[in-house]
């Protein structure tokens, strides 16, 4: 079982930045490879990054690429988000989710489905 707290979240202009972090419970936390997702107002939830249980490999969505950093500390049991260049389009609630297994690859780090465990989620507010 693996329990996932985010936080960083926050209002913020555009063209700002803000770091989420990710806290993981669990002895286990390097074994799962990581993801970011956002669910905007009325939108579906989507995939944003996505990082493997070493830190080795990351997967960017497109809207985020070049602007958002997705990195992990496994001794701190934590992940993060750097994000950079705020747009409003990124307003949103951001989750933090955990994927068991060490394959890490494009198509399987963006489904939903795939993750075992969630966050309650971030709030993250960009004004124009």
């Known amino acids: 079982q693996v329990q996932l707290v985010e936080s960083g979240g926050g209002l913020v202009q555009a063209g700002g930045s803000l770091r989420l972090s990710c806290a993981a419970s669990?002895?286990?936390?390097?074994?799962?490879?990581m993801g970011w997702f956002r669910q905007a107002p009325g939108k579906e939830r989507e995939f944003v990054a996505a990082?493997?249980?070493?830190?080795?490999?990351?997967y960017y969505a497109d809207s985020v690429k070049g602007r958002f950093t997705i990195s992990r500390d496994n001794a701190k049991n934590t992940v993060y988000l750097q994000m950079n260049s705020l747009k409003p389009e990124d307003t949103a609630v951001y989750y933090c989710?955990?994927?068991?297994?060490?394959?890490?690859?494009?198509?399987?780090?963006?489904?939903?489905?795939?993750?075992?465990?969630w966050g309650q989620g971030t709030q993250v507010t960009v004004s124009s």
């Open positions: 989710a955990a994927r068991s297994g060490v394959v890490f690859s494009a198509s399987i780090s963006s489904r939903l489905e795939a993750y075992d465990y």
């Open positions: 669990g002895r286990t936390f390097s074994s799962y490879c």
């Open positions: 990082i493997s249980w070493s830190g080795g490999s990351t």
